[in-house]
């Protein structure tokens, strides 16, 4: 298999996917290539967020590791490093910020776009203020910034490119290649808030289009006032959430239509998401989180021998290897996910749990275990958390003190891996001094940079 395709997906849910039941008719050309490929139901981010996820979807290693979530350690191998130098053409296009150059991520391709901006003046001004301003006017300065977008719902800058945009820069490197060995990795930021679909996508799911002033002051509401979020601004932002899917599966469709006009049946394309999103089941919108539905997540891979479904336990920091494995690659010794050519093609597959952790930029620490049966989670400043996923899929109950022997066994895999993690830390790993611009965009994506 010399031609491979990567799709992700930023914050898609699972449940929200038709191939995993969602009612809504909202990914059919996701679900026609889930159907005619390898189907992972029970797949899962190992941390809810992009910074952490991405080092497990591109570098084989679960979080923590390297410490990937600051940047990506030159003692790890980024996936297109090893498809660029068994000479394959590798292109990858994604628009969001935390992957990119900046973070390590432009290793291996020969063609990278990130849509990192230049400094602009703007920013140099804001970087300036920071440093010259007095604290107290610089935070009212930034109050004044954040009410303008809550109370006027004003798009302050550019979020992300669209959908559209990321595909055609994914068409133009797949038809300037040909029939050449390729390694191709698009991902798409329109499932990411603040929702911005097209009107012809949200007209499938409500009567009047919702205009982009409206949705950013939603999402700011449901940042900041979640408790006052009322049943049709919850369901508006579901149907917004909707048509930014149906958004995107119509692109994964027009992509793949290139794909098989340039590559015919020769191909291999995997799709997943690198996590999911809350919609204030558990009270809150966004964040880093270690709950399913913020780390439950699609993946399918399409164009090998198979069309099956599997309910073992997978995780992000299994795709890489797969990709590689598939491609007839080696897979580097610092790759800590297993090839899922295992469990489809030889009935084999050991892991039954994924383990997952991130940091606070606070310094409180998060560290879970999922398995079929149970989710334990240990936080450095709360109290620990148990749900027993067979009695409680939607995680609504804390049963930690209802079973200390779960608990004992659980917290002590959780101990095994913080020795896995431990084995690779590397102290000399910093985030990038990002310019202001950078950060400006981050924090209008929701990120706490």
């Given amino acids: 298999m010399d031609k491979v395709l990567l799709v992700t997906i930023d914050s898609l849910r699972a449940d929200h996917v038709g191939y995993h039941g969602y009612e809504r008719d909202v990914t059919p050309n996701i679900d026609e290539y889930a159907r005619q490929g390898s ?24 979080t923590g590791m390297y410490g990937g979530h600051r940047r990506i350690s030159d003692d790890q191998t980024l996936v297109s490093e090893v498809f660029q130098d068994a000479g394959f053409h590798t292109g990858g296009f994604n628009c969001n910020l935390y992957v990119s150059g900046e973070f390590g991520y432009d290793r291996g391709w020969d063609e990278f776009f990130d849509s990192a901006p230049d400094e602009s003046a703007t920013s140099k001004l804001r970087k300036w203020a920071k440093t010259n301003l007095d604290g107290a006017v610089l935070s ?3 109050r004044a910034y954040d009410f303008v977008e809550s109370s006027q719902g004003i798009n302050v800058g550019d979020y992300h490119l669209p959908a559209d945009d990321m595909t055609d820069r994914a068409i133009e490197f797949i038809e300037r290649n040909g029939d050449e060995p390729s390694f191709v990795w698009v991902h798409y930021m329109d499932v990411h808030h603040p929702f911005l ?26 940042l900041e006032e979640p408790e ?7 369901q508006t932002f579901i149907d917004l959430y909707d048509a930014e899917i149906k958004f995107n599966d119509a692109e994964v469709g027009r992509l793949m239509e290139t794909v098989e006009e340039e590559w015919g049946d020769d191909y291999l394309f995997a799709l997943t998401a690198d996590h999911g999103d809350h919609f204030l089941e558990h009270g809150y919108f966004g964040g880093a989180r270690l709950l399913d539905v913020k780390t439950h997540v699609p993946l399918f891979v ?14 992000l920091a299994d795709v890489p290897a797969t990709l590689l494995d598939a491609a007839d690659l080696p897979v580097p010794d610092n790759y800590f996910g297993e090839s899922l050519r295992r469990l489809v093609f030889d009935g084999e597959w050991d892991r039954t749990a994924v383990f997952g952790s991130y940091e606070e930029e606070s310094g409180e620490d998060h560290v879970h275990v999922r398995n079929a049966e149970w989710n334990y989670i240990e936080h450095s400043d709360a109290p ?14 804390n049963v930690v003190d209802d079973y200390p022997d779960v608990v004992a066994e659980l917290r002590g895999h959780l101990d095994d891996h913080r020795q896995l993690v431990k084995s690779t830390e590397r102290d000399d790993i910093q985030r990038p001094d990002m310019n202001e611009e950078v950060k400006e965009r981050l924090r209008r994506l929701g990120y706490n940079e």
């Fill in 39 to 62: 189907r992972f139901m029970n797949t899962h981010a190992h941390v809810g967020g992009t910074r952490f996820s991405f080092p497990s979807i591109l570098t084989g290693v679960t």
């Fill in 140 to 142: 009212a300065l930034q």
């Fill in 197 to 222: 679909p097209p009107e012809e996508y949200q007209r499938e799911f409500m009567d009047e289009p919702v205009s982009k002033r409206e949705s950013v002051q939603l999402r700011r509401k449901f």
């Fill in 228 to 234: 006052n979020v009322t049943e049709e601004e919850h």
């Fill in 302 to 315: 399409e164009g090998w021998d198979d069309a099956g479904e599997y309910d073992e336990m997978v995780g």
């Fill in 384 to 397: 620990d958390e148990l749900y027993n996923l067979v009695d409680d899929p939607g995680e609504q109950e």
